[in-house]
């Protein structure tokens, strides 16, 4: 067993140090963020089982903060009303439960992130097929070669590995470190290496939040 974790341990660092040559894509993905909700755009996430935990967690770092007081940005993951799925799937097909959820709230400009190790998940596929359709910019979490979901990703950030578990473990820090990008932005930071201007006005909604959380604090 301990031989096995050793095993584990080394696999996961030989795929982090291979993300290294992502970072520009990151950078990238991350300043389509700035540049969408500076224009008033909502991020769309979404995935199947721990995929839909990676969605939700980047949506997380999105309405609520990375690291910064900053304003909330417009983030909803598709994955999370169960009301809504099982209607989709009960009375169309489980492929659709994406798809149509896109076809009702998404507009052009807006960004849509599926999250999938496999990138052959069909409801996955028709999703970004869809958002495309629509005029939504697609963003691609995904591994190896991307699978036929890359097909319809105008942004796709492919983890050099075919391992669940470590493109599960990559895209833990994907999605953290397209937080950094627009965290920094929203926070009026910007500047070399962020990928995108700081955002105009940030500075005064940061001082606001930090004054009125001072006030909740007494």
Request: hydrophobic fraction near 45%.
């Amino acid at each position: 067993m301990a031989d096995r974790m050793a095993e584990e341990l080394a696999d996961h660092v030989r795929t982090a140090a291979g993300v290294q040559a992502m970072l520009p894509a990151v950078r990238a993905v991350g300043a389509l963020l700035c540049d969408t909700y500076a224009r008033g755009g909502t991020l769309y996430t979404f995935g199947n089982g721990g995929s839909a935990a990676d969605a939700q967690h980047l949506s997380g770092e999105m309405i609520g903060r990375y690291k910064r007081e900053r304003r909330p940005l417009a983030a909803v993951t598709l994955s999370t009303d169960p009301t809504v799925m099982t209607c989709i799937a009960n009375d169309y097909v489980f492929a659709d439960v994406f798809s149509r959820q896109v076809q009702a709230l998404v507009r052009a400009g807006d960004v849509v992130a599926a999250f999938t190790t496999s990138g052959r998940s069909p409801n996955v596929v028709e999703a970004l097929r869809t958002a495309r359709s629509q005029g939504a910019v697609t963003v691609l979490f995904g591994g190896g070669d991307g699978g036929p979901a890359a097909a319809h990703a105008d942004h796709a950030l492919l983890v050099p590995s075919t391992v669940t578990a470590r493109i599960q473990e990559m895209h833990t820090f994907l999605l953290h470190a397209v937080s950094e990008v627009v965290d920094a932005w929203a926070a009026g930071e910007g500047g070399p290496g962020t990928g995108a201007p700081a955002e105009p006005g940030a500075g005064a909604s940061v001082a606001a939040a930090r004054a009125a959380g001072s006030q909740e604090r007494r």
